[in-house]
């Protein structure tokens, strides 16, 4: 069905920026919504992004308000993490979510590494 590609993790140091990317396999203006999660070793997945496709409205994670932007890339047709002031504790895996109604699709993952 629906596929989901993300893209742009990698090491960082502590300060700098990373910039996601999802790109679906179809327009992300057929989903309701697109999120971004993340898991750390040991930990349970996290809300970091959220993004209320048709209208735009956005919604974050207190540990990343202010930092994290997610924004919709028409002419790409992503949905991408602008990841800026990263933090050791921001090192995880991230998942790229879409939902349309009842069906809920998620990608493989990126790695995002933030030294310290």
């Known amino acids: 069905q629906v596929h989901l590609v993300e893209s742009g993790g990698g090491l960082v140091q502590a300060g700098g920026w990373l910039r996601l990317s999802c790109a679906p396999s179809e327009s992300i203006y057929n989903f309701n919504t697109m999120s971004w999660y993340r898991q750390a070793p040991g930990k349970e997945r996290e809300l970091v992004a959220m993004i209320a496709v048709p209208g735009g409205r956005t919604e974050y994670a207190d540990s990343v308000a202010g930092r994290f932007f997610i924004l919709r890339q028409n002419a790409e047709n992503t949905v991408d993490l602008q990841m800026n002031s990263l933090k050791p504790e921001d090192t995880g895996v991230y998942f790229c979510?879409?939902?349309?109604?009842?069906?809920?699709?998620w990608g493989q993952g990126t790695q995002v590494t933030v030294s310290s």
């Open positions: 979510q879409a939902t349309k109604l009842r069906q809920v699709t």
